[in-house]
């Protein structure tokens, strides 16, 4: 069975919503982009497990439509020593919400 944990909700009040763009420039260059990306790993890992090759590719389409100070935030993971690799694609997945809800000029605990 699907679950919807990485279902992006639209039809939320504009600022909230991650469908509706930023209205900077610079923040709106690539985001449709990289919101489709987020969809898209969303729905993988709704479906199961993400291979590490299918990860690499999905980290270099992202990082094609960031910048230098989103990269690392995006490559970030918690306390390395005990980190899971299993647990990268979810780490990638809500970094890149909360590069989004920055963007919109969010922290990510607003939504």
């Not at 279902?7 to 919503?17: A, E, F, N």
């Not at 899971?84 to 780490?91: C, F, Q, R, T, V």
């Amino acid at each position: 069975m699907i679950t919807r944990h990485h279902h992006i909700p639209s039809g939320l009040p504009q600022k909230l919503d991650l469908h509706v763009p930023p209205t900077g420039r610079s923040a709106a260059e690539g985001y449709a982009e990289l919101l489709r990306l987020l969809e898209d790993l969303g729905e993988r890992l709704n479906r199961g497990p993400v291979s590490k090759g299918e990860l690499r590719v999905w980290e270099h389409a992202v990082i094609a439509h960031l910048h230098d100070r989103e990269i690392d935030r995006l490559m970030r993971v918690p306390d390395e020593a005990a980190f899971e690799n299993l647990a990268l694609p979810e780490e990638r997945w809500r970094n890149l919400r909360a590069i989004l809800l920055a963007r919109k000029g969010l922290n990510q605990n607003a939504c």
